[in-house]
């Protein structure tokens, strides 16, 4: 069965640095997501992409934060410079197609720790 | 705009009692509502969906839940509890927008 992969599963860094946290989407899957977990909080959207360009993002995802489908597989997530408050669970996840029930799948996430 | 409550951070219920999971929501239109489970140190799976049409929907693993538009519920359910169903369970309503819009969650505790 077709799933999202997501590397790394743990990324550490030093606040300040620039981390970027990868995805590989389900292959026939048009829409792709950013969601974040803080430890112990709700699974929060950061952002939508669709067609080589964002469709939606919320008040998180300021401009420290940018997307990019480098090819036709990998999609990226980008924290400039990263604060103590970015660490988190980081989710990719991918949808056949955007503004529908199908639902989005997710993959295992990326734990983001910055010290 | 739309938003998820869920009743009860943790529920523990015995091997092969009823598991009940409550999720209300809020959506200015028609909602689509879903159904997540998180294990520990895994992704989110998709248990079960509500778009359109018949109201009771089954997932997977035995799990169903029923969309009731008068009460604004998705209440999740399944007849008899198993150890292997121990998990996170978050609620999730999208509501015109691309984005999902998720729950605080429910820990399930299965005891044995």
């Known amino acids: 069965e077709p799933e999202v992969t997501q590397t790394p599963s743990h990324q550490v860094t030093q606040m300040g640095q620039e981390v970027i946290l990868r995805c590989v989407p389900i292959s026939n899957h048009l829409y792709f997501y950013w969601y974040r977990q803080i430890l112990g909080q709700k699974v929060e959207f950061l952002v939508s992409?669709?067609?080589?360009?964002?469709s939606e993002k919320s008040e998180i995802f300021d401009d420290q934060f940018s997307v990019e489908r480098p090819d036709g597989s990998n999609f990226t997530l980008k924290i400039r410079s990263t604060k103590l408050e970015d660490s988190a669970m980081y989710f990719c996840?991918?949808?056949?197609?955007?503004?529908w029930g199908g639902g989005q799948f997710f993959g295992p996430g990326t734990r983001l720790t910055v010290l | 705009a739309q938003s998820v409550t869920q009743l009860g951070s943790h529920v523990s219920v015995s091997e092969g009692a009823l598991v009940l999971l409550r999720c209300n929501y809020s959506?200015?239109?028609?909602?689509?509502l879903f159904w997540y489970v998180q294990y520990p140190n895994q992704g989110l799976q998709l248990l079960l969906k509500y778009t359109t049409g018949a109201t009771l929907v089954k997932g997977i693993n035995g799990f169903e839940a029923e969309f009731k538009k008068s009460e604004t519920s998705f209440h999740l359910t399944k007849p008899s509890a198993h150890m292997s169903d121990a998990a996170e369970y978050f609620c999730a309503v999208k509501g015109g927008q691309e984005k999902l819009t998720f729950g605080t969650g429910t820990r399930l505790t299965i005891i044995p």
């Open positions: 992409f669709y067609n080589n360009e964002i």
């Open positions: 959506s200015s239109v028609p909602p689509y």
């Open positions: 996840a991918s949808s056949e197609k955007g503004d």
